[in-house]
């Protein structure tokens, strides 16, 4: 199973991968590895109607997935849902998976789960966001990097991400300090004085 994340001005993409069937948590850290490899936050997400975003739709009311709706209010983005049956309005996202289907996975085999995300990680840096882009006509990475790289918003992965690991808490000093086993480890000065999440 496979997520691309398209940003919409530059086409700058970024591919996760799942070797189970996509749950809202693996959702949430495939989000946030997209987010992190993009470097920021846009303001609004575009999505399909994807239970693992919106429940149900009625007359454009959405009830959402409580879990997203928690990670974007964190993460500080707004969601957006496309109208129901309606692939036009999502088409950024509806090319980049054929273009990862055909481009990148056609006619490959690999070894291990290890290798493919390798390959995947590489196949996007070295061919995906280099290329010459069939609708702006310019490179993702070159146009990303002098147009919108500017405009996306600070991203820090938020506390309700669960990564593989043990979470624990601690409250931020008035410096902006962090203490984890014996060590001092700063945080961006928004968090001062407040209790943060961490992982090792």
Request: proline share 3%; charged share 25%.
């Amino acid at each position: 199973y496979f997520v691309v994340f398209v940003l919409s001005y530059s086409r700058l993409m970024h591919v996760s991968v799942s070797f189970a069937p996509i749950d809202t948590a693996e959702f949430i850290r495939m989000h946030d590895a997209a987010l992190r490899y993009f470097g920021g936050c846009p303001k609004e997400l575009v999505y399909d109607q994807t239970k693992l975003v919106v429940l149900k739709e009625i007359y454009r009311e959405l009830e959402l997935n409580q879990q997203m709706a928690e990670f974007a209010t964190h993460a500080g983005y707004a969601i957006r849902a496309c109208e129901g049956y309606d692939p036009e309005s999502k088409g950024k996202v509806e090319a980049g998976v054929k273009y990862v289907k055909h481009n990148a996975l056609y006619g490959e085999e690999f070894q291990s789960k290890e290798e493919l995300r390798a390959y995947l990680s590489d196949w996007v840096d070295k061919v995906a966001n280099l290329r010459i882009h069939g609708t702006t006509g310019q490179r993702p990475r070159a146009l990303f990097e002098e147009s919108e790289a500017s405009t996306l918003g600070d991203y820090f992965t938020p506390c309700c991400v669960q990564l593989n690991g043990q979470w624990g808490n601690r409250k931020s000093d008035k410096t902006g300090l962090i203490s984890w086993k014996s060590n001092k480890y700063s945080v961006p000065m928004a968090y001062q004085r407040k209790d943060v999440a961490v992982i090792e």
